[in-house]
C-alpha cells in the first residue's frame, strides 16, 4: 500500500482528480489516499469579519447563532470533502477523508504519522505573496515533513503550472 495524504484548500473538479492519479499511475503498490479538508472555525471567521465593520462590534443577539455558523461552515466543508473523495473514488482509488479546524499544517503532519504516508500533496489557488513570504501551506509542510511533497494548483493544468 502507497499512502498519500492530500492537504486540499476547496473542493476538487474532474482536472485535478485525474492529475492526482496520474502522478502515480504505474505504481505497482495501491494507491490509498487520505484527503484533509480545513474547514475555518467560526470564532475566526467572525473576528476576521469584525475588520470589515471597521473594528465595531456587532451584539450577537442569540447565544446558538455562533454555534448555526458553525454547523454551517461544517456542513459545507462536509460537503466538498465528500465530492472530493467521490471523485477519486471513481477513478478507482481508495480514499479516506477528514475535516478539520486545527491549523491545516499541524493537522497535515498528524494525519501523515497517523496513515504511515510515503508522500504529501498540497494543493491551493495561487497565494503569491504568501508564497513569496514562505509562510504558504507548501513551504510551511516541507520544512516539517520527513517525506516528499507536493504543491499543485487548484483547477490548473500541469502544464500551465510551470
Known amino acids: 500500500m502507497y499512502d498519500v495524504a492530500l492537504l486540499i484548500e476547496r473542493q476538487l473538479n474532474e482536472l485535478d482528480a485525474d492529475q492526482i492519479i496520474a502522478l502515480h499511475e504505474g505504481l505497482d ?22 475588520g470589515a465593520f471597521g473594528g465595531q462590534m456587532i451584539p450577537m443577539t442569540e447565544p446558538e447563532a455562533l454555534e448555526d455558523v458553525q454547523d454551517e461552515i461544517v456542513k459545507a466543508g462536509q460537503s466538498e470533502l465528500d465530492a472530493s473523495a467521490a471523485l477519486l473514488t471513481a477513478r ?20 501523515v504519522k497517523d ?30 515533513l520527513e517525506i516528499p511533497s507536493i504543491h499543485l494548483l487548484e483547477h490548473v493544468p500541469f502544464d500551465a503550472q510551470r
Open 29 to 50: 503498490d495501491t494507491v490509498n489516499y487520505h484527503l484533509l479538508l480545513p474547514v475555518e472555525p467560526s470564532s475566526a471567521l467572525l473576528a476576521s469579519s469584525m
Open 92 to 111: 478507482g482509488a481508495e480514499v479516506s477523508a477528514q475535516l478539520t479546524e486545527d491549523d491545516p499544517i499541524d493537522a497535515l503532519i498528524a494525519m
Open 115 to 144: 496513515t504511515g504516508s510515503d508522500e504529501a500533496i498540497i494543493l491551493t489557488e495561487p497565494h503569491i505573496v504568501k508564497e513569496f513570504l514562505q509562510i504558504d501551506w507548501t513551504s510551511r509542510a516541507q520544512r516539517k
